[in-house]
């Protein structure tokens, strides 16, 4: 199961970064998907990497907005967020699959507890 860190409250317009590792230092093994999930709604894909960090891919709603990055030598996986809205308020998690081509959440696994981000207005 991977865990995810970095949430907290910020005010529109701020940044947050997310964290995702795993615990037993495999994260270099995985593509990685980020997701959030809003009160009251399905959870939707906000973006995904490839094992080596070639390959990224974005929902529109953070495209240009949100930066998907790792660092395999520290097993992690990060998403830098600016200009959040507060539409961007929910928890955040993270979660492994073998190939990065969508968000299609059977697809994913070992999905961690999540990380609430909260953006007020």
């Known amino acids: 199961q991977l865990v995810e860190s970095g949430g907290g409250l910020v005010q529109a317009g701020g940044s947050l970064r997310l964290s995702c590792v795993s615990p037993?230092?495999?994260?270099?093994?995985?593509?990685i998907g980020w997701f959030r999930q809003a009160p009251g709604k399905e959870r939707e894909g906000v973006s995904c990497?490839?094992?080596?960090?070639?390959?990224?891919n974005y929902a529109d709603s953070g495209k240009g907005r949100f930066t998907i990055s790792r660092d395999n030598a520290k097993t992690t996986v990060y998403l830098q967020m600016n200009s959040l809205k507060p539409e961007d308020t929910g928890v955040y998690y993270c979660?492994?699959?073998?190939?990065?081509?969508?968000?299609?959440?059977?697809?994913?696994?070992?999905w961690g507890q999540g990380t609430q981000v909260t953006v007020s207005s």
């Open positions: 037993e230092n495999n994260l270099d093994r995985y593509d």
């Open positions: 990497i490839s094992t080596g960090g070639g390959i990224t």
């Open positions: 979660a492994a699959t073998a190939f990065c081509s969508g968000f299609q959440k059977s697809r994913y696994h070992y």
